[in-house]
């Protein structure tokens, strides 16, 4: 079956900017989470989604954001981009705890 | 606070040397423990989950069990594809705090050499 759908693989940002990440779970699956991963940080949680609900949030600025559609595909969106947000963006698909399986990851550079 | 811990940071083995890896956890009410391989620029890739202390599971050359405080990655004859980046996290029985959210370990770099 296919795996986590992550697009783009790789963005470069300028500061100021704002971007949109796109994640397709697994089918069948309804909840979506995403991380930030940072050499320094290493992986953090960013939010839940399941049904189109943000049911967890983790502690990241308010230039944060996500929403779930109704086929549980989720997009994740950062305004005013920093540099400090250069990462490596990671969603995570999964059955209500089951299991989370990751996608391969959007590298976001922010110059 | 909750946290997870592992040990070491770095580790280089031959072909052939066994060893663990050890994730160490202070946390209230686990409901799962997670562990991930990581190979760079790529995403997490499931390996296994405990949900009890004194569960063990393996696949090929792994082995990981656990206990109330701590699981352990048994790499048996470790081969140089088994190079890459082992992560622990784990998942909380905390309600709508815990939705979702995985709390990592900062991983342990694998190194095997032929």
């Known amino acids: 079956k296919a795996g986590v759908t992550q697009t783009p693989r790789y963005l470069i940002k300028t500061r100021g900017q704002q971007v949109t990440l796109s994640c397709s779970p697994i089918?069948?699956?309804?909840?979506v989470s995403w991380y930030q991963q940072t050499p320094g940080q290493g992986l953090q949680f960013l939010f839940e989604?399941?049904?189109?609900?943000?049911?967890n949030k983790g502690n990241f600025p308010g230039r944060f954001s996500g929403r779930q559609f109704s086929n549980s595909r989720s997009e994740m969106n950062v305004s005013t981009l920093e540099l400090g947000d250069s990462a490596l963006y990671l969603c995570?698909?999964?059955?209500?705890?089951?299991?989370?399986?990751f996608g391969s990851g959007t590298r976001l550079t922010v110059v | 606070e909750d946290q997870v811990t592992q040990s070491p940071e770095a580790l280089r083995l031959q072909e052939g040397e066994s060893s663990s890896l050890n994730c160490s956890y202070t946390?209230?009410?686990?409901?799962?423990l997670f562990w991930y391989r990581q190979d760079p620029g790529k995403g997490p890739e499931f390996l296994f989950t405990?949900?009890?202390a004194g569960e063990e599971k393996e696949k090929e050359r792994l082995k990981a069990t656990l206990t109330k405080k701590e699981s352990f990655l048994h790499i048996t004859a470790p081969k140089p594809e088994d190079s890459a980046t082992y992560l622990c996290?784990?998942?909380?029985?905390?309600?709508?705090?815990?939705?979702?959210?995985?709390?990592f370990g900062q991983g342990t770099i694998l190194t095997v050499h032929p």
């Open positions: 995570a698909s999964s059955l209500e705890g089951s299991g989370y399986t």
């Open positions: 089918s069948g699956h309804r909840s």
């Open positions: 989604y399941f049904s189109e609900t943000q049911r």
């Open positions: 946390v209230s009410g686990l409901r799962g």
């Open positions: 405990l949900y009890s």
């Open positions: 996290a784990v998942l909380l029985n905390a309600g709508g705090t815990s939705y979702g959210k995985l709390t």
